[in-house]
């Protein structure tokens, strides 16, 4: 298996590697010896969309020189945004396969595998690369294109709208170090955001049990793991979708706060997760990722205030500070409201590190709107920061804005702000001399 992308999509292939081994089939490191490969791709942005065709390409040519008989399977985030249109495009791979088909990942394999047996004792074309890739890039850039049918189409099981969740009984065969492992806490995502095309790869959000997180966690930390690392598309909206009157319109502060506020007492929240999770007798970390500013409360900052397994760091991608971006990219919170969250996160949790990322180039984004940008910067003095260009992608609402910066003019400011950046990091650096930690 070749896995590409995040976390989250790395215990997707967890998991698939866990339900093969339990269906007792033989997981080898050699790709020439392997009677089916399975490339797990990204769909985020053009360049993990790129890395993900080339990948399938180079695999379905290594396939010809070496091993004609082995299937080649497309899994993950591109298979599921462009279910209708790759199997057309990409007739060489034996088969495709969503996000909710994981854990038939057994049945898909045995399936490829015999029909690949029957597609090259037929006469196959040899599939042009170049023609292959350039009819990709096009469809990336056009999400809505019709595609003619190509006789001969690959196998597919992809449903529209994935709705899977892994459970504690979930195989899982880990493909991290012994001493961390991610534990996804939820899946799938409700945020609006203009630039952002997840919900509908990943569909709505939707909660673990705590129960069962907490099973497994315990499982973990048995066998060895040492840091446990909470994932999902918002882990502080966990629970809020367990509550029996749930709406999916609740993303704003203000509709979270309430609906929170309205939780009885034993409610799952990320508050209550952390707290179950620090009781389990154990030494080891436990680390929040993928935080969203906009759910944020009280109780969570308190929870890690007080929890001593939860390290002190957050994970909350902020994407700029300007309000009038903050309205464009459809981030649901104002300026004034991320300088408040910060400070109480700090206030609430002295020492704290926060990591958080921004987006450089957005659509209608000046100099002035950059200049505030990187004053904030300056201001906060964050420990860890990371900043992308904007990546245009079609289907969202930012793809279609008008006054898209050129690629020249993003970049340009994306090496401006890491040269901010780091001139802040070398003084933190520098603080931390002569300290133990």
Known sequence: MISL????????????????????????NENAEADALIVNTCSFIDAPQEESGDTILESTEFRENTNTGQAVIVSGCLSQRYRKELPKLMPEVDAFMGIDQVEQVGYIVRQAVDNRGSRVGQAEEKPNNNETKRAVTE????????????PGEPLVDIHSRPDYIPKFETPRFRLTPNH?????????CNHPCSFYIIPRMRGSHRSRTQSDIVQESRQLVADGVKELS?????STYYGLDLRPDHRANIASPERFTAAAHELSADASTLASLLRELNSIEAEFWI?????????????????????????????MPMQHIHDAMLERMRRETSGQYIRDLIGRIREGVPGIAI?????????????????????FMREMRFERLGVFTYSKENGTKAGAMECQLTDEQKEDRRERAMAVQLEISRKIAAAQVGKTM
Request: aromatic letters at 10%.
């Open 287 to 315: 680390r929040i990722l993928y935080t969203h500013r906009a759910h944020w409360t009280e109780e969570i900052i308190t929870a890690i205030a007080e929890c001593e397994k939860v390290v002190k760091y957050v994970d």
């Open 180 to 188: 961390f492992a991610y534990v996804k806490i939820a899946e799938g």
């Open 139 to 150: 469809l990336v850039a056009d999400d809505e294109s019709e595609r003619p049918a190509t």
């Open 355 to 375: 990591r958080t990322t921004f987006i450089v180039g957005f659509p209608g984004e000046t100099e002035e709107y950059f200049e505030a940008l990187l004053d």
């Open 230 to 234: 909470l994932i999902s598309q918002d």
């Open 5 to 28: 992308g995040c976390a989250k999509n790395l215990v997707d292939a967890e998991v698939m590697m866990g339900s093969l081994l339990k269906q007792r089939f033989e997981i080898t």
